[in-house]
Nanobody
Framework: QVQLVESGGGLVQPGDSLRLSCAASGRPGSSYTMAWFRQGPGKEREFVAGISGSGGTTYYGDSVKGRFTISRDNAKNTVYLQMNSLEPEDTAVYHC???????????????????WGQGTQVTVSS
C-alpha cells in the first residue's frame, strides 16, 4: 500500500506564495509519475500539474502555467508544488496522486491515478 500525505496549505492573500508537499510512504516507487489536482468549492476536480518519475518531464494545467512549479525529491519520496502569484481562483483543496502501474500517459486524466492523498486546503483571500 502507498500512503500520500499533503501539507503546506493555508490562508494567504492574493499575490502570495505557498509551497505544498506530498510525502509518500509505504511502497511509493520513485519511478512513478505523480500529479497535483485540486477541487474548488462548487467546482469539478481540476488537473494542476504532473511530473514524471525522473522529474525530467512536467505538465501544467492552463490556469497555473507560469505561476506554479512542480518538482520532486525521490530520495525523500516527496513531491512539491511551488505556487506563486496566488489568486482567489486558486482556492481549493489540493490533492496529490500517484499514477497507476499501467497508464495511458495522459497526465490530466484523474482516472489514471490510483493513490490519492486526503488533501490540503489552500485559501486565497484578502
Amino acid at each position: 500500500q502507498v500512503q500520500l500525505v499533503e501539507s503546506g496549505g493555508g490562508l494567504v492573500q492574493p499575490g502570495d506564495s505557498l509551497r505544498l508537499s506530498c510525502a509518500a510512504s509505504g511502497r511509493p516507487g520513485s519511478s512513478y509519475t505523480m500529479a497535483w489536482f485540486r477541487q474548488g468549492p462548487g467546482k469539478e476536480r481540476e488537473f494542476v500539474a504532473g511530473i514524471s518519475g525522473s522529474g525530467g518531464t512536467t505538465y501544467y494545467g492552463d490556469s497555473v502555467k507560469g505561476r506554479f512549479t512542480i518538482s520532486r525529491d525521490n530520495a525523500k519520496n516527496t513531491v512539491y508544488l511551488q505556487m506563486n502569484s496566488l489568486e482567489p481562483e486558486d482556492t481549493a483543496v489540493y490533492h496529490c496522486a500517484r499514477v497507476r502501474a499501467y497508464w495511458s500517459g495522459t497526465y490530466s486524466d484523474a482516472l489514471q491515478y490510483d493513490y490519492w492523498g486526503q488533501g490540503t486546503q489552500v485559501t486565497v483571500s484578502s
